[in-house]
């Protein structure tokens, strides 16, 4: 990857050269301009840029969503039974150590490329995590609350869906979340075959000049963070009042 | 060290005659061997008498992951001491760490180039900030989680602060230390093969360079799930060999 002349010649540039890099970023992301091939094409500006924050998010969302509908049932049958310990946590430890250009690089040299390949291999990263988190988090649900949830005569999937679930709840969502972050930043590397996502911008040099590199660098980040946030809201709504307090007191 | 197509293969796939996806020049050069052509499942001969193309990356991948830990590592243990003195450190340094860890790797390599330029430097912070959250949350937990009877019995013999630290806290947080340590290396292994991006070399090099040749991509990928295999059994082996009490415990 060819860097620009600028960034190669030295380290720690002065401040003002810095800011002036950002500057130019934020100017990419706000006004078209002519891209740096030529031939009257224009690059950068709200809508192209939009576009392609747009086009992340939602492969992202999607392969976030069809994991979790995939691992959640699987961890909680799993996690119930208390069955298939080692797949369920062996799995989500070998997961990581899958390096996303593999993944990609696999799609590319064995499956074919497109949306769809796409949105599986990132399902690949996605379902390890939740379904590791969900068989751990059922398992460590405190075994007199189910107990007591069986002597008031519930049955196995009524103890699952009101006792197990809300119960393991945190748990799950930290594993959605890390499955979030590992799909996010897999979904940027997704330009390399053909996903049209911010990666494009990143990786596009040639075409969209350091300013646009440096715009999908910055919008990348920011649309992680976003995600990471929202998620975050998410775990603290579902958390069980119960379990907030039982928090709050062993902290004090 | 054969030519290779410098771009990326997809890009003339379509241009040649071989097997599709394989760059033309790549073809021509191994025309002899069908394999290749084909760019069959896994060439084995091929993979063997290449092997040595992957030395260089392989090695240059393994300092930086040992770097980027080694430098993480230091200031995440240094991080959790003083938030063990001062709790109130806990957490802000929580979010702050967790932070680095969200923000994907490519968009932090770009993030930095103007600040550190291209090159080793920026993949290495990149890769030790990766590293910070897990290592933090786990020596912090290590820390809370000695047994208060082991606190008084060091204070008994009459330890200071510093020394109930290295003597008795330190090492019965080591466990979840190398617990920490080791989910961090496992997972900058995997992410340092993007490194390359940022102009540090490393597997990722020769994994994208022929992504389309499924012996390359199966042996530059292998070789990076190896390394990750490998760096995980030392530490565990590091593990047994620094807390010796927990092998004379009954199964």
């Known amino acids: 990857m060819a860097a620009s002349e600028a960034c190669v010649s030295g380290h720690l540039l002065p401040l003002a050269s810095v800011l002036d890099s950002f500057r130019g970023a934020f100017d990419f992301m706000l006004h078209q301009r002519d891209s740096v091939t030529g031939g009257g094409v224009q690059v950068g500006g709200l809508s192209a840029v939009g576009h392609l924050a747009w086009t992340q998010l939602w492969v992202s969302a999607l392969a976030l969503g069809v994991s979790f509908a995939i691992a959640l049932p699987a961890g909680l049958i799993l996690g119930h039974r208390g069955k298939g310990e080692f797949l369920a946590v062996g799995l989500g430890n070998a997961a990581r150590a899958i390096p996303e250009l593999g993944v990609i690089a696999f799609l590319v040299a064995f499956v074919g490329v497109g949306l769809r390949n796409v949105t599986i291999a990132l399902m690949i990263l996605g379902i390890p995590p939740i379904l590791t988190n969900t068989f751990v988090a059922i398992r460590q649900v405190d075994r007199g609350a189910v107990d007591a949830a069986r002597g008031m005569g519930m049955r196995g999937a009524q103890i699952v869906a009101r006792v197990e679930l809300p119960l393991a709840a945190p748990t799950i969502m930290t594993g959605v979340r890390t499955a979030a972050i590992n799909i996010v930043a897999t979904a940027t590397i997704a330009s390399l075959v053909g996903v049209a996502t911010l990666g494009k911008l990143i990786l596009g040099q040639d075409t969209y000049g350091v300013d646009g590199v440096l715009a999908g660098a910055i919008l990348v980040a920011l649309l992680a963070l976003m995600v990471e946030l929202g998620l975050s809201a998410v775990q603290r709504l579902i958390t069980p009042r119960g379990l907030r307090l039982q928090r709050s007191a062993s902290r004090a | ?251």
Not at chain 2, 192 to 216: C, E, M, R, V
Not at chain 2, 219 to 245: C, E, H, K, N, S
Request: aromatic residues 10%; glycine residues 8%.
């Open chain 2, 1 to 251: 060290m054969i030519a290779l197509a410098t771009k990326l293969p997809l890009a003339d796939a379509a241009a040649n005659s071989c097997a599709p996806g394989l760059p033309a020049s790549f073809c021509h050069q191994h025309s002899t061997t069908s394999c290749v052509a084909r760019n069959g499942f896994f060439c084995a001969s091929w993979a063997v008498d290449n092997l040595d193309r992957y030395a260089g990356p392989f090695a240059k991948h393994a300092l930086i992951v040992v770097i980027s830990v080694g430098v993480g590592c230091a200031i995440a243990i240094a991080l959790a001491v003083l938030s063990h003195r001062f709790r109130w450190l806990v957490p802000p340094l929580t979010g702050f760490t967790g932070v680095l860890y969200t923000v994907p790797s490519i968009a932090f390599f770009f993030l930095l180039l103007p600040i550190t330029g291209f090159g080793t430097d920026t993949a290495v912070i990149a890769l030790s900030a990766y590293t910070l959250q897990i290592i933090y949350r786990n020596t912090v937990a290590g820390l809370a989680n000695v047994p208060p009877e082991a606190l008084d019995a060091g204070r008994g013999m009459g330890m200071t602060a510093r020394q109930l630290l290295w003597k008795v806290e330190m090492p019965l947080a080591v466990p979840e230390i190398i617990a920490g340590l080791r989910i961090a290396t496992v997972s900058t292994v995997a992410i340092a093969t993007l490194a390359f991006f940022a102009g540090a070399g490393g597997l990722g090099d020769p994994l994208y360079k022929d992504i389309s040749f499924k012996t390359n991509v199966i042996l530059a990928g292998g070789l990076a799930i190896l390394m990750a295999i490998g760096f995980d059994l030392l530490l565990l082996l590091l593990q047994r060999l620094v807390t010796p009490w927990r092998r004379a415990r009954p199964a």
